[in-house]
C-alpha cells in the first residue's frame, strides 16, 4: 500500500496516468547465491496504469505490479543497459527510470505499533496522525534519482523517507507528498477515496503539462542551473 500510494501521489503531481517505479529488490533467493559473501541486489520495475475509480482498485493492480516486479527482478545487468539504450534510441531519448522506492524494513509489518481502541477505528487512526513529525536529514550533490521513496527500520512507527532531486521538486513539495501519502491511507481506512479527489486531499498541486522550461530557465539545459540542484531527503514518521 505504500508503494501504490506513493506511485499515485506521483502521477497526481506529474499528470501521468502510467506511472513508472524502480523497486530495489533482494535477490538472495537462488542457491547459487545464498552463500555469496557480498550484496545480492537489483531493481524491479514496477509499471502502474491509474484507472477511472477509487484507491483502492489501484491497490489491487499494484499488488499484483509490484509481485512482478519483485518476481523478474534478477537479471543480467549488461543486458538490461543495452535494452534500455536501444529502447533510447527508438524514443529518440533515455528512458527516465529515476523514480525509486524502497522497503527496507526487517518484518513484513511493524508489530510494535501503538494500539489503537477500538481496533481498527478510524477516528483512532486518524487521532495517531497529531505524532506525525517531518523533518530534514541531508542534502547530496550526486544521486541517481529523481525522486526515491524509502521506508524506515523503526518498528514502533511508519518511517517514510523521500529523497527529491530539487531541481525538479522543491523541499515543499517532498513535505507535501510525504504527508500526503498518510492523509490518502488515513481516509482509505475509514471510506472508498476516488482517484479525482485524491489532489485535493492530499494538498497536492499537479504540475502544468506541458512545462515550458525555457521560460523559466531561459539558455539552460533541461535540468535548470547546475547551482541550484541538489538531493535532499525529508523525512516522516507516523
Same mark, same amino acid.
Given at each position: 500500500?505504500?508503494?501504490?500510494?506513493?506511485?499515485?501521489?506521483?502521477?497526481?503531481?506529474?499528470?501521468?496516468? =502510467?506511472?513508472?517505479?524502480?523497486?530495489?529488490?533482494?535477490?538472495?533467493?537462488?542457491?547459487?547465491?545464498?552463500?555469496?559473501?557480498?550484496?545480492?541486489?537489483?531493481?524491479?520495475?514496477?509499471?502502474?496504469?491509474?484507472?477511472?475509480?477509487?484507491?483502492?482498485?489501484?491497490? &489491487?493492480?499494484?499488488? =499484483?505490479?509490484?509481485?512482478?516486479?519483485?518476481?523478474?527482478?534478477?537479471?543480467?545487468?549488461? &543486458?538490461?543497459?543495452?535494452?534500455?539504450?536501444?529502447?533510447?534510441?527508438?524514443?529518440?531519448?533515455?528512458?527516465?527510470?529515476?523514480?525509486?522506492?524502497?522497503?527496507?524494513?526487517?518484518?513484513?509489518?511493524?508489530?510494535?505499533?501503538? =494500539?489503537?481502541?477500538?481496533?481498527?477505528?478510524?477516528?483512532?487512526?486518524?487521532?495517531?496522525?497529531?505524532?506525525?513529525?517531518?523533518?530534514?536529514?541531508?542534502?547530496?550533490?550526486?544521486?541517481?534519482?529523481?525522486?526515491?521513496?524509502?521506508? #524506515?527500520?523503526?518498528?514502533?512507527?511508519?518511517?517514510?523517507?523521500?529523497?527529491?532531486?530539487?531541481?525538479?521538486?522543491?523541499?515543499?513539495?517532498?513535505?507535501?507528498?510525504?504527508? #500526503?501519502?498518510?492523509?490518502?491511507?488515513?481516509?482509505?481506512?475509514?471510506?472508498?477515496?476516488?482517484?479525482?479527489?485524491?489532489?485535493?486531499?492530499?494538498?497536492?498541486?499537479?504540475?502544468? &503539462?506541458?512545462?515550458? =522550461?525555457?521560460?523559466?530557465?531561459? #539558455?539552460?539545459?533541461?535540468?535548470?542551473?547546475?547551482?541550484?540542484?541538489?538531493?535532499?531527503?525529508?523525512?516522516?514518521?507516523?
Amino acid at each position: 500500500m505504500l508503494t501504490t500510494a506513493s506511485a499515485v501521489l506521483l502521477g497526481v503531481l506529474t499528470g501521468h496516468r =502510467r506511472v513508472v517505479m524502480q523497486l530495489i529488490v533482494a535477490n538472495r533467493h537462488d542457491p547459487r547465491t545464498a552463500a555469496m559473501a557480498g550484496t545480492a541486489v537489483q531493481d524491479g520495475l514496477l509499471v502502474l496504469d491509474l484507472p477511472d475509480g477509487t484507491f483502492a482498485d489501484v491497490v &489491487r493492480a499494484g499488488h =499484483r505490479r509490484a509481485l512482478m516486479a519483485y518476481r523478474n527482478a534478477h537479471y543480467d545487468p549488461y &543486458r538490461m543497459m543495452a535494452l534500455r539504450e536501444e529502447v533510447g534510441r527508438e524514443r529518440g531519448a533515455p528512458v527516465d527510470l529515476s523514480a525509486y522506492f524502497n522497503d527496507t524494513r526487517t518484518a513484513a509489518h511493524w508489530p510494535n505499533l501503538p =494500539r489503537v481502541e477500538p481496533a481498527g477505528d478510524p477516528a483512532a487512526v486518524a487521532a495517531l496522525t497529531e505524532r506525525t513529525r517531518f523533518f530534514l536529514v541531508g542534502a547530496w550533490d550526486a544521486v541517481d534519482a529523481t525522486v526515491f521513496f524509502a521506508t #524506515g527500520p523503526a518498528t514502533n512507527t511508519c518511517q517514510l523517507y523521500l529523497l527529491t532531486d530539487t531541481a525538479c521538486l522543491p523541499r515543499s513539495t517532498a513535505y507535501a507528498l510525504l504527508g #500526503g501519502v498518510e492523509r490518502l491511507l488515513v481516509r482509505a481506512v475509514a471510506e472508498e477515496v476516488a482517484l479525482d479527489e485524491i489532489a485535493e486531499l492530499c494538498g497536492i498541486v499537479p504540475i502544468e &503539462r506541458p512545462a515550458v =522550461r525555457e521560460a523559466a530557465f531561459p #539558455g539552460t539545459p533541461e535540468g535548470g542551473p547546475a547551482t541550484t540542484r541538489s538531493r535532499e531527503v525529508a523525512g516522516d514518521h507516523a
